[in-house]
């Protein structure tokens, strides 16, 4: 009689409980980031996202973006840096297959990050785009670099003209320039591309047969590791006929590497291969842009740490070069921030000596 007493009284009390009420999502009210787009400093972006078919994700207020917006002469920069016609028209004539992953390197999907919250500690943050690496990889995306030094914010080594324009879905930053998104090759792909680099690919090359598969450079800045963050100081060829002559050896050609034992130029190489630091044998990768670099001189690690924790340590500074221990001057950075699908190349007009 209780067991069913209580179910008639569990039954009435359910009678008077009223239906949940749907919970529906009341989108943002205010300027969508579409909306912003109306301004005529963003006539060339406008045109480019209308034409990219990424407007209606712009305009919706119930997501989430930050935007990197490069305004007209920001576009009317990289149209004479690559000889076209600077003007609006000048979207039009761009490849879909071009401008496409371009507008979705400047997208930072589900995060709006403000000037505020970008660290300013050396050397940066990292936030993955709208850009897919590739077919293959879909879930990975390329990342672009913001970074801070004082009031001035930089994303890779692009300058943010304009900070902090708010939308009702996300937040704004006017860009000085466009941001290019990474090459399509590797580190390696790109030395091996470019004929001032047959020494250096060479050292890579014979420096490799010393080291166990995995761990070998070919390997680490190469195809196994497509996606990784390296930041590496690449010695050209005259840099290397100068260590060579330094050595009393003239006249060299790339194939002069064999003359330097395989350990030496595991130590050589290692020595240039910037990491933030060593996480017990783990080496933290790092993509340095010349924008990021330290504005006094400053002691930074290398692979060559995470061979040996106590090996010398890299003097870099962004007006000062880089500067190996055994080295009698700075070499000089004579070519920034080339940025490729692994890491940023910074070329440099010496070898770089541990000891």
Not at 126 to 151: D, E, I, Q
Request: hydrophobic share 45%; net charge positive.
């Amino acid at each position: 009689m209780l067991a069913m007493l209580a179910g008639v009284t569990f039954t009435a009390c359910n009678k008077n409980i009223p239906d949940p009420t749907p919970n529906v999502p009341v989108a943002p009210q205010g300027t969508a980031i579409s909306d912003l787009l109306n301004d005529p400093n963003f006539s060339y972006l406008k045109a480019a996202v209308n034409r990219a078919g990424l407007m209606s994700a712009l305009a919706n207020r119930n997501a989430k973006f930050t935007v990197f917006a490069p305004d007209n002469t920001a576009f009317n920069r990289l149209f004479a840096a690559l000889g076209l016609p600077q003007a609006e028209a000048t979207i039009g004539l761009l490849p879909l297959t071009t401008l496409t992953p371009i507008l979705q390197y400047h997208v930072v999907p589900g995060s709006v990050l403000s000037s505020s919250m970008i660290p300013e500690t050396y050397p940066n943050t990292n936030m993955p785009t709208l850009l897919v690496a590739s077919a293959a990889s879909p879930l990975t995306k390329m990342v672009n670099y913001p970074s801070r030094r004082g009031s001035a914010a930089f994303v890779n080594n692009v300058p943010v003209a304009q900070a902090d324009i708010q939308a009702a879905n996300g937040v704004v930053h006017r860009m000085a320039g466009v941001i290019v998104p990474p090459n399509t090759t590797t580190i390696l792909q790109a030395l091996q591309a470019d004929t001032n680099f047959t020494y250096l690919v060479a050292a890579v090359q014979r420096g490799s047969l010393g080291l166990p598969a995995g761990s070998k450079f070919t390997d680490l800045l190469g195809l196994v590791n497509p996606y990784a963050n390296f930041t590496l100081f690449a010695p050209t060829n005259t840099a290397f006929r100068q260590l060579f002559a330094s050595l009393g050896v003239f006249n060299t050609t790339p194939a002069s590497i064999n003359l330097l034992s395989i350990n030496t130029l595991i130590s050589v190489l290692a020595y240039h291969v910037h990491i933030r630091g060593v996480n017990g044998s783990s080496p933290d990768l790092i993509r340095v842009f010349s924008t990021n670099l330290p504005a006094t001189a400053t002691q930074a690690t290398t692979f060559l740490t995470a061979l040996a924790p106590t090996a010398p340590r890299l003097t870099v500074s962004a007006t000062g070069g880089v500067k190996g221990t055994g080295n009698p001057v700075a070499a000089s950075i004579i070519r920034p921030d080339w940025n490729n699908l692994n890491g940023v190349i910074h070329v440099i007009n010496g070898v770089l000596i541990p000891q």
